[in-house]
């Protein structure tokens, strides 16, 4: 079992987008959510990047997707100029929902699982191991497009604590959803500032899927394909 039986690991838990899919694919469902408002499409990205900096210095109230929701909308209302009311609040959910997330729902119902996917992840279930998946966006039915929801026995969304990755209290969300040691766990990911470094600061191991070169000094392992993750770590 390689790794996974070198260092007791009895739970692998994934990212999904750029780890079970290329990530092309959702860089370009991402493009299509510019409209109908150019400015809100545009400004999104930046909202995200803008909430992972300022997540853990104060908390997210209540801690749940509808408290990350409201902040969210928040930080959307100031980096607009515009007045931070409870009607503008419920008004600017409203907007982010219909141009990103009901969209992104139908859009991801045609993407791709990367070669050898299936494969690895059956050999790890053949050997007892628990899959779990934990993403920064809702599953909604990623999972059953890419062919593995059958493989899955825990799939949740990093929004529903109220924090996203790398935050130790998303991370802390998952350990949540397991009566397993977090040494006993392998989070696999695609991105070393939100997936490797979220996941070490926890306790897991963490595995990186990447081509790029690094230095990734915080990752237990590094693989370029699921078919290299097969061979080191099962």
């Not at 150019?38 to 749940?64: C, H, M, N, W």
């Not at 509808?66 to 928040?74: K, M, T, V, Y």
């Not at 050999?123 to 059958?150: H, M, R």
Request: positive net charge; glycine residues 6%.
């Amino acid at each position: 079992m390689g790794f996974l039986l070198d260092q007791g690991i009895k739970a692998i838990w994934l990212d999904i987008d750029g780890t079970l899919y290329p990530k092309r694919m959702l860089n370009w469902r991402m493009a299509k959510t510019v409209f109908p408002s150019v400015r809100l499409g545009l400004l999104f990205s930046s909202v995200r990047k803008e909430y992972r900096i300022r997540q853990d210095l104060v908390a997210t109230d209540p801690p749940s997707r509808e408290g990350l929701l409201i902040r969210q909308s928040g930080l959307v209302l100031e980096m607009m100029g515009k007045p931070i009311t409870p009607e503008n609040l419920e008004t600017m959910k409203h907007r982010v929902n219909s141009q990103f997330y009901a969209k992104w729902e139908k859009s991801f119902l045609s993407i791709k699982p990367f070669s050898k996917l299936r494969d690895a992840l059956s050999l790890a279930k053949s050997q007892g191991i628990f899959i779990g998946v934990f993403s920064d966006f809702p599953i909604a039915k990623k999972l059953q497009t890419l062919g593995i929801d059958d493989l899955v026995e825990v799939a949740i969304s990093s929004e529903d604590s109220g924090y996203l990755k790398p935050s130790k209290r998303a991370f802390k969300f998952l350990l949540s959803h397991i009566d397993l040691k977090p040494e006993e766990i392998l989070y696999v990911g695609d991105s070393y500032d939100k997936d490797i470094l979220g996941a070490k600061q926890v306790g897991m191991h963490a595995c990186l899927l990447s081509s790029s070169k690094g230095p990734f000094p915080e990752a237990d392992l590094v693989v370029r394909s699921w078919e290299e993750f097969s061979s080191l770590v099962l």
